[in-house]
């Protein structure tokens, strides 16, 4: 996809339409139980964490997820470089932290636009307590947010979850699904006049546009970030209390520490999972995680899930999940209660050593697993999945992880320096 700077009118139009409520200052209710942790995740395995252009291992520091004791609501929008005019549209009238509305710039017209649907969650359990971020999805209450954020990192599966909207009311919430695959919950509130958040696409974006992270990073709401998309096709690998019992790559030692604050454990069964991401410098703090990424017009793009850091702050390296699977995964839990994921049937290793690598080389065939009955062998090298690139395990693991349960993916394969493409049906997650 291509934005172009002449569209500019045809989008100034389109967020004058936009209905805005106002930016409450209400501070975020407090979570129902004592001290809390935020959650830090590391990479475990540096050679099944990168993508296209991405050498190995996946980062030189750690991957944290962005929630805190404190966070607020939390999100990213995009304007592109051309669009630097006045504008005056409703949203930006209505706004009560303007104090000039006749002149404002696109960056603060996308936050005004997306403010409303972006809400503070507070979450307690019996022996911990967290906050995050969420994004309306509908006028029922449903709201998106991090799985990890809902469950305390793993911790607890009935989690106390308080909702605090923009305006400052506080709602309670039920959780509808969660979805520790993906790092993707959908929670509930019984609430009116809420303000969906209006759905875009992460194939509308270019590196180099604009961003502007919203939100309450390290407690601090109504807090504006600037910075770039600095990349579309990220793979990280962050911690998760659903892994594969049977892991499609071998596990190794991680350089990274992964830790909580005040010195706690990490849950014994927390693994790793794989995303594919889009990655900006808008500086996202921990207390961010669940909240938008938006585009120039106010219209999600992504989830923000983690951080990279050797702080547990910000330096400049923030993801987030592509709306497009979002999108997917929640309509899964708010149907079902629960997502699909594809499953290749494959073990894999990196093609190359462990700085590079151009593709996932096939060790095993699972017998009776969905790739068994078709043209692959130990040896052959898979560099592709519907024409998407992936270069090492962990991208290959993530792309296919998004797809749902029976999906047909044609995959591109290197046998003895020569490609060729094969058919597959996926298999599913257990």
Not at 56 to 65: D, H, M, N, S, Y
Not at 208 to 215: P, R, S, W
């Amino acid at each position: 996809m291509n934005d172009n700077w002449s569209d500019e009118a045809r989008e100034q139009s389109h967020r004058d339409e936009q209905p805005t409520e106002t930016l409450g200052q209400t501070p975020p209710p407090p979570p129902p139980t004592s001290a809390a942790p935020h959650w830090s995740d590391q990479p475990s395995e540096p050679s099944q964490s990168k993508s296209r252009g991405f050498r190995w291992p996946v980062l030189i520091t750690g991957v944290v997820l962005a929630a805190v004791l404190g966070g607020g609501a939390g999100g990213v929008a995009v304007y592109y470089a051309g669009s630097t005019g006045a504008t005056s549209s409703e949203s930006v009238q209505e706004s009560p932290q303007l104090n000039r509305t006749e002149d404002v710039t696109p960056t603060t017209e996308a936050a005004a636009t997306a403010s409303p649907s972006v809400v503070t969650l507070s979450v307690g359990g019996d022996e911990a307590q967290g906050s995050g971020s969420g994004v309306i999805l509908d006028n029922e209450g449903h709201i998106l947010t991090n799985s990890h954020v809902v469950t305390l990192g793993g911790q607890t599966a009935a989690a106390n979850v308080q909702v605090q909207t923009s305006e400052g009311q506080v709602h309670q919430a039920e959780v509808v699904g969660t979805d520790p695959m993906s790092d993707l919950a959908v929670i509930k509130i019984d609430a009116e006049g809420l303000t969906p958040i209006e759905m875009g696409s992460a194939e509308d974006l270019n590196v180099g546009d604009q961003a502007v992270a919203i939100g309450a990073p390290m407690g601090l709401s109504g807090t504006v970030t600037e910075g770039i998309i600095s990349n579309l096709d990220r793979t990280i690998s962050v911690a998760s209390s659903a892994v594969p019992e049977e892991p499609e790559m071998p596990e190794q030692e991680s350089p990274f520490e992964f830790g909580l604050p005040e010195n706690q454990e990490v849950p014994a069964e927390q693994g790793q999972i794989h995303l594919n991401v889009i990655q900006s410098d808008a500086a996202i703090n921990p207390g961010n995680s669940g909240g938008a990424l938006v585009d120039h017009a106010g219209r999600l793009i992504g989830i923000n899930v983690a951080i990279a850091t050797r702080t547990e702050g910000n330096v400049g390296l923030g993801f987030a999940i592509p709306a497009d699977y979002a999108q997917r995964i929640a309509d899964e839990l708010i149907e079902n209660g629960e997502a699909s994921h594809g499953m290749l049937g494959v073990s894999i290793v990196p093609s190359g050593d462990q700085n590079i690598s151009a593709g996932a080389r096939v060790v095993e065939v699972v017998e009776d697993g969905p790739a068994a009955g078709a043209d692959l062998e130990a040896d052959d090298i898979i560099t592709a999945v519907d024409g998407k690139s992936v270069t090492d395990p962990g991208a290959l693991s993530a792309t296919v992880r998004e797809y749902p349960a029976g999906s047909e993916v044609e995959l591109t394969v290197v046998r003895d320096g020569e490609e060729f493409t094969e058919m597959l049906q996926l298999g599913g997650m257990n």
